[in-house]
DNA sequence: TTGTAAGCGTTATCAA
DNA sequence: TTGATAACGCTTACAA
């Protein structure tokens, strides 16, 4: 016969509440109380028994019977967009921590960027009695979240907002951001400025970043007369040509002078970019200014180093988690936004140019 | 008053079998038979009656009920060493997928590289019933994946070993992914060539890759008498200067004629190695070549393009969770091994150089 | 084919 | 201070 691998016959049934009843020999009730209030309504002597008991039996209780009996399962729902994105990842360590320092364990659904099972996630994590949610998705389907809502869990949105969410809302200072970046190409000496995303669609935080570039355009432009922007949206990597194109007319406006810079808006973003000044033949940093949005740990060594602006990721999601944590312990407080401030890395790709 | 995000007073509670019973005018095991075995045992008037009401008051049945119920959860534990390695991920994905294509839920535990607590993962877990497990840690604690399997429930290691443990085992064929980048490097001219991997200590993975380069040295030098190989463990990004000397000595060994090789064993290596050649001053594929272990988005842009092995992740995760729930459906089967070939990308830091 | 009732492992309400 | 007992939402013998 086959070995097994793992034989039922062994498998010793985790010992419950009425093992431990009867091997102290004492009631259930008792072995409850003991476990929630510990020792304050015992007789030391009964507690100890139970204390032993419980120690023999290796017994710990069960959470699914305490979620079903109490409401309550010590379980947060985390829904990300995509896994894949190492800000989501970020967000998911950030997050992770500061919900076992309080006891709860963290429920993942990954999306895998199809935004339509983001109510088939919020059911499915509520079905899990799952006691509150940290988003970090599209939130197109504007019900799904008001589901949650509804169901009376709490709602915690990273990075991205949903439409007329009531929740609190954890994410960078886009606007400050994009100011930091700008300001750093003009002060490096570019002049003619493009902001390239992902379609804005409408993801929030797209928008935001864009429409901040814009505005800092327009404010900049009465100060610095040469100074131009324009924007781009980059489809998936299939539509190269698209962006080679918006590349090389963006030089030629620049014209012979002085080369131009782009303000990418996320790593993904940054990487199409890179791959783009590949095709072209353009060294970054001379043949073009480069700066990205999300600091990671190959930033520095592409190219002659990326300038990028990184994000607090970590803190993100441990705030997150940390609001939701609040709400759940009772809180009561009208919606917050707690936005965090980006930092400037400065690297070759963004190398000052002669005036 | 503050404005509540969230009225318990407007949480409409779920609504249970017993609603859904009253609602149709049946009992709840009728509903309940309903939802199992669907009309097979039900008149088909009733049948409806039954589905009109899950309908009308948007029921679907609680998991926590049914495991407590079934001692079966649908969940199935996944525990990984690190979140932040894109490794880790790939295979989060992949097992995700064929999880939810199964009605299983993924239950995350990320260790944060904290092998000390990888007992606590299991223990958490078991406690949420979940009914198997895929381990991508050390397995230092041998106790810990023992205890899973103590408990009868089946588990999968993905990349790493762990001792004396009868379970399904799925990873990159390590050995030949050796033999391809070696063979690669030699072929291109390399005849110096130097190991680099994180401290072997216990990882399994780590070990075969090291010794699968020493065989490959042994066995090739006969043919090429030129040919040699060292290894070197390099830790944490703290001791640079270690590294540093590993390299000047290894390029002085090779001599004026050829550059030397070097073969890293995973992403956040391959990222020291050329952390360290910027140090340097050194070239990629002139002064140097390498290829290393693991293909990632940004490889292509780093310096003259990353030579590197690429493992297929996704379907390391997919096959893993298949075995995991191949064994839930009760199939018994001896302890499988699973190797998946590795594939080359030669890029521009392992270009060949002439004799 | 359908209903009744017991029980999964807890906690909470009552008495004692 | 402790112990029965009911209930949480579900499944499953066993009866009808």
Known sequence: MFAKIHSPSTSAKRATIADVAREAGVSKATVSRFLNHRDKLLTKEIATRVDVAIAALAY???PMAQALKRGRSRLIGLVVADVTNPFSVAVLRGAEKACQEAGYLLMLFNLGNDSRRESEAIKTLTAYQVEGFILNTLGRDAGAAADAARHGKPVVLVDRRHQDMLADFVSLDNAGAVRLGAQHLVESGYRELLFVSEPVKDVSSREERKAAFR???SESATGISSLR???FESTAED???ALDNALRSLRQRAGEQRPPGVLSSNAVVTLRVVAAMARLGWRLGTDIGLVGFDDT???PYVGPGL???AQPTNELGRIAAGCLIERLKG???PPRQILLSGRLMPRGSSVSTPT
Do not use: K
Request: net charge negative.
């Open 60 to 62: 710990s209780p069960s």
């Open 215 to 217: 505005g800092f355009i």
């Open 229 to 231: 922007g324009s924007t």
């Open 239 to 241: 539509a190269e040509a």
């Open 297 to 299: 740990e190959w930033s």
């Open 307 to 309: 300038s990028t602006i």
């Open 331 to 333: 809180l009561e407080l």
